[in-house]
């Protein structure tokens, strides 16, 4: 069983950095992919990045140029640099971890974008 646990949410202004830690730690053979989702009040999760171990990234369009996603492979940690927030932003961000044989979400840490 693989856990997640996520730091570095919190409240910010418009226009501030926040930056996002997910570890994983458990029984992990390896690991194909790691991401970060979102889910504001009243809307659906969304994806906002996500990274393979070979370090392809994909973006949500509404981040692009703001987020960057990286990877600690030996600390197994995922990270999400979030710069020029919106308060569109605001929303409880969630790590996700794939690999064979598991599927594995954190907890989820607030992230709230004041105007």
């Known amino acids: 069983q693989v856990q997640l646990v996520e730091s570095g949410g919190g409240l910010v202004q418009a226009g501030g950095s926040l930056r996002l830690s997910c570890a994983a730690s458990?029984?992990?053979?390896?690991?194909?992919?790691m991401g970060w989702y979102r889910q504001a009040p009243g809307k659906q999760r969304e994806l906002v990045a996500a990274i393979t171990m070979i370090g392809s990234t994909n973006y949500a369009d509404s981040v692009k140029g703001r987020f960057t996603i990286s990877r600690d492979n030996a600390k197994n940690t995922v990270y999400l640099q979030m710069n020029s927030l919106k308060p569109e932003d605001t929303a409880v961000y969630y790590c996700?971890?794939?690999?064979?044989?598991?599927?594995?979400w954190g907890q989820g840490t607030q992230v709230t974008v004041s105007s």
């Open positions: 996700r971890f794939v690999g064979p044989g598991y599927d594995s």
């Open positions: 458990g029984s992990m053979l390896s690991i194909n992919a």
